[in-house]
């Protein structure tokens, strides 16, 4: 088996001092929480290399600079209501404190000192009062057993190679860390896609060494989901049914997971994928997806194990020639009349978007029409749709866009960051997950860059407030101590303005999918316009878009009004959602003045440009960067450049051959 290599390239967690601080650090853990030995095992890792000297001890001396414990070991008086997650941090008396309820938030605690630490903050003028906004800080793997990843841009599984377990302790302690150290706190290791393999994760085969990964994940504060095949009573348990009203089928599950708990008293729960892509589920047995999900939660319940159950569900065998059926409409459609049917440890996993993670497309209407349902968004920060981590895609304003959306489901203010925390709606948010981008590549991620996404993931996860510019200077300032301020600047810049730069140079206005079809990577205008996947155009001579007014699909009226009725109006749909909503003429004027057809040949033409604006930049650096991290940005820089280049062409090429309208500024378009 190949060795995971641990020797890893810096990241936010593990750079080295540029300004080594002249103080001592004398150490104090007061009480005996488990998760003293993390927090002293990242001390020794991390925090002592910034100061001259270090000393722990397990009492308050009188003489420690810094202390940690929780109220009720310090003996103090509990303050502000910080929940078992939350901590504070304050001077007093000349020395630090981390105090917090219970011991997870004594880690976060922690971990604020290491960054601020990090940041050359001096000591006692650290001060914190924090308390992450979601319950759940999810992240999932797509990992396979035979080591590949679904979607993975950074090298193979961390988790798994060759149908076993990886097993690198150094390695999975290191992963642990970079997660927990935003605020992450679960995760599930295998793809939601459950082949074969994988199916056995639940069997005493592998629950050793699923116990093992979920034991060390504990001691940071992450909790161990698994994927499961819905199918499983068939495919391992020797019943030929897995209809979710047999007594047969709800026994063999209660059996596995007495199994599984019996191995591991943390574990979190099942992520499920039912019915979605040629994954089976209740629909094959006549059931509701309400009838699969409670079945698994009731096995679940006794143990305070959660089932997050996937709501991308969609026919992916349309008919093309079918103009009857919107895709964007699936999710909604089988969800929202079911609202209230799930029992109270069914989370549904709700997809951002109502397609698929496209560079731009509407906020999924479901969130919001739950009102009796426990729900989390699902975002992704693997690159899939968004450069594959070739090309710069900083994904944190994405996100912050559709965390501020408004979605008017209880009246004004009502937006998705408040309905997933739970805010908005009694408590039924019960936060975020998203598709991870990491792997066995020494920088985690493939581009280094790419490792500000997962950063920012965390950041907002925690804080959905959180203000994105600061979110991105201390990503940079934490992973580059080493660079000059300028340079980190720069890298910031280009950071921040990459994903409206990805959208300029691929699909228009918000119409997506015009992508390679499989792999998912460089243009392909009509890789899916005749296929059975839902996701199509309409380009014809006279326009392209999709009408999902009401008297188009209708889609338009799963929103709350004013949205609906927002984007249904082609004067008030925002440009950049134009052809998600509407098909319109090439020559139709958007709110900014310029025609579609234009639009489309200037955005394309920018695109490029503002990618060798990134290289030039890069390329001004070129003596104050080492020459590792120099290559490494600029191979990616040029394949990027490669790329965009190829999606002007294709893209501007066919929308002049279907339009025959000539570019206003006279570029070269290929005939
Ligand atoms: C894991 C998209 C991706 C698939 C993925 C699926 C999902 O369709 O292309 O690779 O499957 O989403 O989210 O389940």
New binding site residues.
């Given amino acids: 088996m190949e060795t995971v290599t641990t020797d890893r390239e810096a990241c936010w967690l593990t750079t080295e001092s540029s300004k080594p601080r002249t103080e001592k650090l004398l150490l104090s853990l007061v009480g005996d929480a488990p998760m003293f030995a993390t927090i002293r095992r990242l001390c020794q890792n991390h925090a002592a290399k910034f100061f001259v000297e270090t000393a722990i001890t397990d009492r308050d001396t009188g003489k420690s600079n810094v202390i940690i414990g929780t109220w009720t070991s310090l003996g103090k008086e509990s303050t502000p209501n910080l929940g078992s997650e939350g901590y504070t941090i304050f001077s007093e008396e000349g020395r630090l404190w981390i105090v917090a309820e219970e011991e997870r938030g004594l880690l976060y605690g922690f971990y604020h000192f290491l960054k601020e630490i990090q940041l050359g903050t001096p000591l006692l003028e650290i001060s914190a009062q924090e308390k992450p906004a979601n319950v759940f800080r999810m992240i999932n793997h797509?990992d396979n057993m035979d080591g590949s990843v679904?979607?993975g841009y950074a090298g193979r599984s961390l988790f798994f190679e060759g149908g076993s377990f990886t097993k690198d302790e150094d390695c999975m302690r290191s992963y642990a860390e970079l997660l927990s150290s935003v605020g992450i706190n679960a995760l599930t290791i295998n793809?939601?896609?459950v082949h074969e393999q994988e199916s056995a994760l639940i069997t005493n085969r592998w629950l050793p060494e699923v116990a093992w990964l979920a034991k060390l994940f504990q001691e940071y504060g992450l909790t161990l989901f698994l994927s499961i095949n819905y199918a499983s009573p068939i495919t391992i348990g020797g019943l030929d049914t897995a209809d979710p009203l047999e007594t047969s089928v709800a026994d063999w599950w209660e059996r596995q997971v007495e199994r599984i708990y019996g191995s591991i008293p943390s574990f979190g729960g099942f992520v499920v994928?039912a019915d979605?892509?040629h994954r089976p589920g209740p629909f094959s047995y006549g059931r509701t997806h309400a009838d699969g999900a409670n079945m698994l939660a009731k096995a679940l319940k006794p143990y305070g194990g959660h089932l997050f159950w996937r709501c991308?569900v969609y026919d992916c065998l349309q008919d093309w020639r079918d103009r009857s059926t919107d895709r964007a409409r699936a999710a909604y459609d089988h969800f929202a009349p079911l609202d209230g049917a799930f029992a109270d440890n069914v989370i549904l996993q709700i997809k951002s978007g109502p397609m698929?993670f496209q560079v731009r497309e509407a906020v999924s209407p479901l969130i919001g029409a739950l009102k009796q349902t426990k729900h989390v968004i699902e975002l992704q920060i693997t690159q899939?749709y968004t450069g594959q981590q070739i090309d710069v895609c900083y994904l944190p304003p994405q996100w912050k866009e559709i965390l501020d959306f408004d979605t008017h489901a209880n009246g004004k203010d009502t937006t998705v960051a408040d309905l997933v925390s739970g805010r908005a709606n009694g408590g039924f948010g019960q936060g975020m997950t998203a598709v991870v981008n990491t792997g066995r590549d020494e920088n985690w991620t493939g581009h280094s860059f790419a490792q500000a996404n997962l950063y920012g993931y965390g950041q907002l996860a925690w804080n959905p407030k959180r203000c994105l510019h600061a979110i991105a200077e201390e990503w940079a300032d934490r992973t580059y101590p080493y660079l000059p301020k300028n340079v980190r600047k720069t890298i910031v810049s280009i950071q921040e303005c990459s994903w409206i730069v990805y959208e300029s140079y691929t699909s228009p206005l918000g119409i997506g999918w015009m992508v390679n079809p499989g792999h998912?990577y460089g243009p392909n205008v009509n890789g899916y316009e005749f296929s059975p996947w839902g996701t199509y155009h309409f380009s014809d001579r006279n326009g392209l878009g999709v009408d999902r007014t009401r008297k188009g699909s209708n889609y338009v009226s799963q929103y709350a009004e004013p949205v609906g009725s927002r984007y249904e109006n082609l004067q008030t749909c925002p440009d950049e959602l134009l052809l998600f909503f509407h098909h319109v003429p090439y020559t139709h004027v958007l709110t900014s003045g310029k025609t579609v057809i234009q639009h489309i040949y200037d955005s394309h033409f920018d695109g490029v440009e503002q990618v060798k604006a990134f290289i030039a930049a890069w390329e001004s650096h070129k003596q104050e960067l080492p020459e590792a991290l120099y290559q490494h940005v600029r191979v990616k820089f040029d394949a990027q450049l490669a790329n965009a280049v190829e999606w002007r062409d294709q893209v501007n090429t066919y929308y002049y051959r279907m339009s025959g309208i000539e570019d206003k500024h006279g570029r070269t378009i290929y005939r």
Avoid: L
């Fill in positions: 797509w679904e979607r793809n939601v896609n994928k979605s892509e991308f698929d899939e998912h």
